[in-house]
């Protein structure tokens, strides 16, 4: 089992590429299964997401083929609707599966995600939109089984109680193209991945109005056609870098990032003293050795994203004073606090609130990563601390970080995978 071993005190100096979106290519890779023909995908991540995202559409009878950062999909063998237990339990995006294959078989099945390490993680949302297009479902032995032999348009109320569901955002999105009439889902998702896929099927010819907004209408039954398509950069590693600058008191070019999807980190990170800058071409994070202690609520985009709770609190963790961090969208992500306590730092959980109270030194453990985002957060926490961190379960880590040893290696970082 490999590991990354971090050996902290290094300031971070440089620029760093920010590669693709994994969260917007995935739902993207399942739209292109609707086109009547092939599909080039560019600047896609090479991460192990999107291999198995690439398996469940060849599983599904498509092809999919990976050349460098790009991903070429031809639909035209799309003739199975099972995605398997096996595929979906270790990627749970395999669930967009749901909707293009309603959309164009009428029929779709689906292994139960199920809960994970981050929380129960429910598909009720998902179920109900697709069933208020017309579909009859059933759950049996561990699978969802939709069928409809005709989708018809409808308006779709997808709030959940911890607000919009990207997810089910994404799966009624693609079962609509196929759907006569008009669809209204109201309270969608407007986070920059699933307006990446409204702009992806508006280019395959769909009528979707409202892309960004939580109100998205589509004239559904479009002939859609393959197209070529680069994929936004990834909001998540950029915001994983941000914190690395931030937390090395360095300074650090993020090329390609976006400053428009980052508007909430960017704040808190301004708020505990960090400066960070658009310039032509990305943005830099300056750190210094000044920080104030903020308070941190998660919520749907464009709110602090969930994504990037462990990593502020990385940076938090080291910061005098207390923050509180509360997480509102998975009740069980707090995982990383009880391995960044081992490396010394003091924090709290109490329900959905973490109390972080900013110690003066963080000191290097072997620990234990539980899910990607918490991996990034314990390779970040390393960074700082003094002697080596060892990470062990990258496996998470490479579900979602393109080579993030190197790139953290190039600005200075003294980070290696060892076996
Ligand atoms: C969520 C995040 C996304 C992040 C991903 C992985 C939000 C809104 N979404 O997306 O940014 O990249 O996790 O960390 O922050 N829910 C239901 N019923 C459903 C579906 C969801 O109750 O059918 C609830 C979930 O339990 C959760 C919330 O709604 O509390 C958001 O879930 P959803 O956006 O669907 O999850 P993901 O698509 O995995």
């Not at 280019?203 to 004239?219: H, N, P, Q, Y």
């Not at 992500?333 to 924090?347: K, L, P, S, T």
């Not at 453990?365 to 390393?382: E, F, H, K, N």
């Amino acid at each position: 089992m490999q590991k990354i071993s971090v050996r902290g005190g290094k300031v971070l100096k440089g620029e760093v590429s920010i590669s693709g979106s994994k969260n917007a290519t995935l739902p993207v890779m399942t739209a292109a299964l609707l086109g009547e023909s092939p599909s080039i995908l560019k600047n896609v991540p090479l991460l192990n997401d999107i291999k198995t995202m690439a398996e469940v559409l060849r599983k599904l009878g498509s092809k999919a083929v990976m050349e460098d950062h790009q991903l070429k999909i031809d639909p035209a063998g799309f003739n199975k609707f099972e995605a398997p237990y096996e595929l979906v339990k270790t990627m749970r995006a395999s669930i967009y599966s749901l909707g293009a294959c309603l959309a164009r078989q009428g029929e779709a099945k689906v292994s139960l995600p199920g809960g994970c390490a981050i929380g129960a993680r429910p598909i009720d949302l998902h179920l109900k939109g697709v069933e208020q297009l017309g579909a009859k479902v059933t759950i049996e032995h561990g699978f969802v089984h939709a069928k409809a032999s005709k989708l018809k348009g409808a308006t779709i109320y997808l709030a959940g109680p911890h607000g919009p569901s990207l997810g089910a955002t994404v799966n009624v999105l693609l079962a609509a193209t196929a759907a006569e009439g008009t669809t209204v889902i109201e309270s969608a998702s407007i986070e920059p991945e699933v307006e990446e896929l409204v702009n992806f099927l508006n280019a395959m010819g769909a009528s979707i109005e409202g892309v960004g907004t939580s109100r998205l209408v589509i004239t559904g039954k479009k002939i859609l056609k393959g197209v070529e398509y680069s994929v936004i950069p990834d909001r998540v590693e950029a915001g994983t870098f941000m914190v690395a600058a931030a937390v090395t008191r360095g300074d650090v070019l993020l090329k390609n990032a976006k400053t428009g999807h980052l508007t909430s980190v960017t704040e808190k990170l301004r708020q505990i003293g960090v400066s960070v800058e658009a310039e032509p071409g990305g943005i830099r994070v300056k750190g210094n050795g000044n920080y104030k202690p903020a308070d941190v609520m998660i919520l749907p985009y464009p709110g602090f994203p969930t994504d990037m709770q462990a990593q502020i609190m990385a940076l938090l963790a080291i910061v005098p004073g207390i923050s509180i961090v509360t997480e509102t969208i998975w009740e069980n992500r707090f995982m990383h606090v009880f391995e960044m306590n081992r490396m010394g730092a003091d924090i709290t959980i109490d329900r959905s609130h973490a109390v972080v109270k900013g110690v003066a030194k963080l000191t290097g453990a072997p620990v234990m990563a539980s899910d990607l985002r918490a991996s990034a957060a314990l390779i970040l926490a390393g960074l700082v601390a003094e002697g080596e961190t060892l990470v062990q379960r990258i496996y998470h880590l490479d579900r979602g970080y393109e080579k993030i040893e190197e790139k953290l290696s190039v600005l200075g970082a003294d980070i290696s995978r060892v076996n």
